[in-house]
């Protein structure tokens, strides 16, 4: 089964790439692996959120945007290589989530990019992450996620 048709049992779909929102490319190729930029909750042109996580975004509407970034990011990949079947493994996920002081859940909500991650590639899904509080991402979205893959 191919990760789209994993991501079709879920009712996705792989979106459009998102535009970037300043200077880079969404996905560079360098040897057998490609590192995407981070990707922001964008979904039909728009930010699915603004705001912290713990403040104006509750964890649960944060998870929903941490999945909407890494089909972003499965967006860029695809474009990059042509064909999701060619991704061998997903190396590394990093996310981040702009996030009150007292709020600590960023791993809760990073798992909306994971646990995404891991229906749309089974095993090749599993991978090595961080999950990272900051004080403010571009837009003011409350989560940002960036993969890096190996290409088979």
């Not at 790439?17 to 590192?35: I, K, L």
């Not at 290589?81 to 809760?108: C, H, W």
């Not at 960036?146 to 290409?151: A, K």
Request: hydrophobic content about 50%.
């Amino acid at each position: 089964m191919t990760p789209e048709e994993r991501l079709a049992e879920l009712g996705l779909a792989v979106p459009d790439v998102v535009a970037p929102v300043a200077s880079y490319t969404p996905a560079v190729r360098s040897g057998r692996h490609v590192f995407t930029s981070g990707q922001l909750p964008m979904r039909a042109g728009e930010l699915m959120a603004t705001g912290k996580v713990g403040g104006e975004v509750t964890a649960e509407e944060a998870y929903a945007c941490a999945q909407q970034c890494a089909l972003n990011a499965i967006a860029a990949v695809k474009a990059e290589l042509g064909d999701l079947s060619l991704v061998a493994r997903v190396v590394k996920v990093v996310a981040f989530i702009a996030s009150t002081p007292d709020f600590t859940g960023q791993p809760g909500v990073a798992n909306g990019a994971s646990e995404l991650l891991g229906q749309a590639f089974g095993e090749a899904g599993v991978h090595a992450r961080s999950a990272v509080g900051v004080p403010v991402l571009p837009l003011d979205a409350p989560v940002e996620v960036e993969l890096v893959v190996e290409v088979a």
